[in-house]
């Protein structure tokens, strides 16, 4: 090797050995990284969240705190399932579940029934469900209902509804006709075997804008304000407030976050829905994100905030339609304790 060669190895050598070096730090700082997310993970307290149905719109506010990092900035680690056989409450109730979402009227049978299930959240403030029915089956009203055929599951809750909202409209003894449309959508049932449905507008609705399909709705709180039951709630069990009611706080501080971002950002909210459930429709999702969102807190000072005329109320008129056995006391059916004093999207 000449004497220029000579020197050029002399001058690399420091380098690659500087390269080499280097190489490993970066690979131990990666190692440690890892090894110290992992230990942090593991650190986490597992709890679970039972949907009560496909994920949407009504659901936004959880799937912002998981990708937001909500939950684990208070040191949970949730696991978000869908029912199986077993309604939600039932397994949040029997303690399978340790958080889940339903809705007021579920939850007041349960509790009448002995099921140890608290809601410690509305999740909308006031009812946004109601009878759908195409423009073209010409039913305008309740009192429309009559000699039409509505696409139900044979709840006897459903036809109570239904009746209430014909009489109001002065029809004298109301009677529904009913055709249990099982799996069927919305949109499949009206055009073969049904005039009209119960959907929830946040959803069916928006989607019935986007196939160009107009509706006639009738808001069953627009009827009996008694109706304006809250549609669905954040429950858990009391077991699980009475021995950790500092779990409940810190998920609930984390969800409550949540749903603030989703009413304060609902275009990035919908694309974290997005993000974690990718098979959702993009354009439903957006389009209803936005009709949704100032809907989550409405004229309530925060988000999940619950009155106890609300369940007193539904309580007296399911008594009232004879869908009530058994003792229910309102007050001890909900709670507001576990809502921040002030909710925050700050980073």
Not at 190 to 219: C, H, K, P, S
Not at 300 to 309: C, M, N, P, S, Y
Request: proline share 4%; with cysteine; aromatic share 10%.
């Amino acid at each position: 090797m000449d004497k220029g060669g000579k020197e050029m190895k002399k001058w690399l050598m420091p380098i690659v050995l500087l390269i080499v070096l280097t190489l490993v730090a970066c690979s131990n700082d990666t190692e440690e990284e890892t090894k110290n997310e992992e230990e942090e993970k593991t650190d986490r307290e597992k709890v679970t969240f039972v949907l009560d149905w496909q994920p949407n719109t009504n659901h936004t506010g959880l799937y912002v705190a998981q990708e937001k990092g909500y939950f684990e900035e208070e040191g949970l680690e949730v696991d978000i399932q869908l029912p199986g056989e077993a309604d939600a409450h039932q397994l949040v109730a029997s303690g399978k579940g340790d958080f889940g979402i339903g809705a007021q009227e579920s939850i007041t049978e349960a509790r009448a029934e002995g099921m140890p299930i608290v809601s410690i959240a509305a999740v909308i403030q006031h009812n946004t469900s109601g009878l759908a029915s195409p423009v073209s089956k010409g039913i305008d009203s309740p009192k429309d209902y009559v000699g039409k055929t509505y696409g139900g599951w044979g709840s006897p809750m459903h036809q109570a509804v239904i009746e209430t909202m014909m009489e109001e409209d002065g029809v004298e003894q109301p009677e529904v006709e009913e055709i249990n449309i099982g799996m069927n959508d919305f949109f499949t049932a009206v055009e073969r075997d049904i005039d009209y449905a119960w959907i929830f507008y946040a959803w069916t609705g928006i989607e019935a804008q986007l196939r160009d399909v107009d509706l006639n709705m009738q808001y069953m709180k627009d009827y009996d304000e008694r109706l304006d039951f809250y549609t669905p709630v954040i429950t858990t069990n009391e077991k699980l407030i009475a021995e950790s009611p500092e779990t409940v706080e810190k998920f609930m501080r984390a969800l409550s976050k949540g749903y603030e971002f989703a009413i304060d950002e609902p275009e990035e909210a919908a694309d974290l829905l997005l993000q974690a459930v990718p098979d959702l429709d993009e354009e439903l999702v957006k389009k209803s994100q936005a009709w949704l969102s100032p809907k989550y807190r409405d004229d309530a000072v925060r988000w999940g905030e619950q009155k106890l005329d609300v369940w007193k109320g539904y309580a007296e008129w399911m008594k009232e339609h004879d869908l009530l056995e058994g003792e229910f006391i309102p007050e001890e059916a909900f709670t507001n304790d576990f809502l921040p004093e002030e909710a925050s999207t700050d980073e």
